[in-house]
DNA sequence: CTCGATCCCTGGACGC
DNA sequence: TGCGTCCAGGGATCGA
């Protein structure tokens, strides 16, 4: 599950390892993952890799096609690679004369050559960058939302980066539980939750990633950070902190694992839908 | 519009 | 040992 951690490991190798090479030529297997494998056939041989940055869970292979050192590059080109959670990019040397390979057997991973303006409304989809976010607009974001702080943690229009490890230990660390409402976050708790969350990505970044299901770098190594979960996969387990057994719910539909001490339920949220289920039909014809 | 549930896909864990 | 079942989850899509 390659969330920010694992994503800026692996492009942080691969700037390493491939920046600066050409592509000579592409070869495809299962294309069901690509937006558009004919696209990708046809534009990416002959351009090199300028640079490799992580976009939000994407890494972005930079390209630039070979021209006159006058004339300017027409248009921003690049390939957005997503290792969903079993891929893999990494460079191979067996063969000649080298590849970069791309495995991924769950296949929901993506893979699109995109340019210019198409480039530029993708990446505007995302939302901010967890590491960059202030404090005010990591706020606004949360707070205009009555969704469950769980589920937009995850939600990559929000914040780009964040899947469920890191959503569970940063909620965990804040002490708030996964199923409150944004809305109903104090600025006080979004401040300890942006702090979390920031101090958690740098040092799971420092440790190149969690290695919890066969997530490897680009160099082939795993991660070290899952020694430092204290919420995510402990259900039963005890707290860190209090001692109380960690509990997993369904929220958004992805397990979540607190501890029911530390991070106390909201108090009548969640099933409010069930309970004022006659009132509220009776209100919305007001409407 | 906003939010949540469902589905996609396959390998690994687990039970018998 | 082998087979069936369940679960993992990011994101697209659909429906309430």
């Known amino acids: 599950m390659p969330e920010l951690p694992e994503v ?4 942080r190798g691969l700037q390493i390892s491939v920046a600066g ?7 495809l297997r299962k294309t069901d993952f690509m937006d558009d494998p004919d696209t990708i056939e046809r534009e990416v041989p002959g351009t090199q890799i300028a640079r490799v940055e992580r976009f939000g869970k ?8 070979d021209r006159a050192a006058s004339e300017p590059e027409a248009s921003s080109k690049a390939l957005l690679v997503h290792l969903g959670m079993t891929g ?3 460079p191979h040397f067996a063969e000649q004369p080298r590849e970069l390979r791309y495995t991924d057997a769950r296949r929901f991973g993506r893979m699109a050559y995109l340019a210019g303006e198409t480039l530029a409304a993708e990446l505007l989809r995302f939302g901010a960058d967890p590491l960059e976010v202030t404090a005010e607009e990591f706020a606004k974001r949360i707070e205009s939302s009555r969704a469950r702080i769980k589920a937009l943690l995850l ?3 929000v914040l780009r980066g964040v899947g469920n490890i890191y959503a569970d230990e940063s909620l965990w660390s804040a002490g708030i539980h996964p199923a409150k409402s944004g809305a109903k976050l104090k600025r006080k708790e979004l401040a300890r939750l942006r702090q979390a969350l920031q101090k958690i990505l ?3 970044i420092q440790m190149r990633g969690s290695s919890i299901s066969d997530f490897v770098d680009a160099e082939g190594q795993p991660g070290d950070y899952q020694q430092h979960h204290r919420a995510y996969g402990r259900e039963g387990k005890k707290c860190f902190r209090c001692g109380r057994a960690i509990k997993r719910i369904i929220i958004a539909g992805r397990s979540s694992y607190f501890c029911p001490a530390c991070q106390r339920a909201p108090h009548r949220e969640g099933r409010i839908r069930k309970s004022t289920k006659r009132k509220g039909r009776a209100r919305t014809s007001k409407r």
């Open 155 to 157: 939600d990559q229009t």
């Open 58 to 65: 994407f890494m972005l292979l930079r390209l630039v096609r």
């Open 8 to 11: 800026e490991t692996v492009a």
């Open 202 to 204: 740098r040092k799971a």
């Open 21 to 27: 090479r050409r592509i000579v030529s592409v070869t």
């Open 88 to 90: 893999n990019l990494a």
